[in-house]
């Protein structure tokens, strides 16, 4: 496995509260992603990163924000979480080529 | 906007046949191709990347084919086993807003079931 590690992986939360979503990867590639799924919706991108402190939005954007101050890490907060925020979130790299995924967090707002 | 679809949503074959999985897409200036695998509650598996200059790609019993004018791909499994029992997801990686960087657009995947 591509060397990309997600945390939590598992997280309940009160409507309301920040989370923060952590994807830490070890290839030193240069593109980072955040993605949901959600049954009916497929795959959507939410934020995406082409280098440190290089972000920009994907089609799901609203409630989110990201942050990439080091190659290797690349955040995900939801700045107050709300109840369509349940889903699980993938965090994916790549260089160029192809793109490899973590094993997802599973986040529910309740 | 780029869409992808793929068809069949849902299949279920006993073992042992060859089975194809559709997926087409409706903007042809793509990078590449990827297909992959994922299992219930787990995250994705690659299976086979095709650059936009290729027409195939092959991995054991795997074969996934590119007509980038058409805007269609084909994965093709052979001689299927239980354990391919999986949902398969085709993403195409193009230019997200013009430049910049590039994403992946997903379909919503064939969910597939092989009968022992």
């Known amino acids: 496995d591509a060397g990309i590690t997600q945390s939590p992986r598992h997280k309940v939360t009160e409507t309301g509260t920040p989370v923060t979503l952590r994807c830490h990867q070890t290839?030193?590639?240069?593109?980072m992603y955040w993605y949901r799924q959600d049954p009916g919706h497929g795959l959507r991108l939410i934020h995406y990163?082409?280098?440190?402190?290089?972000?920009d939005k994907g089609e799901v954007s609203d409630g989110y924000s990201v942050s990439r101050s080091k190659t290797e890490d690349f955040l995900l907060t939801l700045e107050s979480a709300t109840s369509s925020q349940t889903s699980v979130y993938f965090c994916?790299?790549?260089?160029?080529?192809?793109?490899?995924f973590g094993q997802g967090t599973r986040l529910t707002v309740v | 906007k780029q869409e992808v679809t793929q068809i069949p949503a849902a299949l279920s074959v006993p073992e042992g046949e060859n089975l194809v999985l559709n997926c087409s897409f409706t903007?042809?200036?793509?990078?590449?191709l990827q297909w992959f695998r994922q299992d219930p509650g787990k995250g994705l598996t690659s299976l086979l990347l095709i650059q936009s200059s290729q027409r195939e790609q092959t991995s054991g019993r795997l074969n996934a084919s590119l007509d980038k004018s058409s805007g269609r791909s084909t994965l093709y499994i052979a001689a299927s086993q239980p354990g391919d029992s999986a949902t398969y997801l085709c993403?195409?990686?193009?230019?997200?807003?013009?430049?910049?960087?590039?994403?992946?657009?997903f379909g919503k995947g064939t969910h597939l079931i092989i009968q022992p």
């Open positions: 993403a195409v990686r193009y230019t997200y807003k013009g430049g910049g960087a590039d994403g992946l657009t």
């Open positions: 990163s082409y280098g440190v402190k290089d972000t």
């Open positions: 994916a790299i790549s260089e160029n080529t192809e793109a490899f």
């Open positions: 290839e030193n590639h240069r593109y």
């Open positions: 903007d042809s200036a793509i990078y590449n």
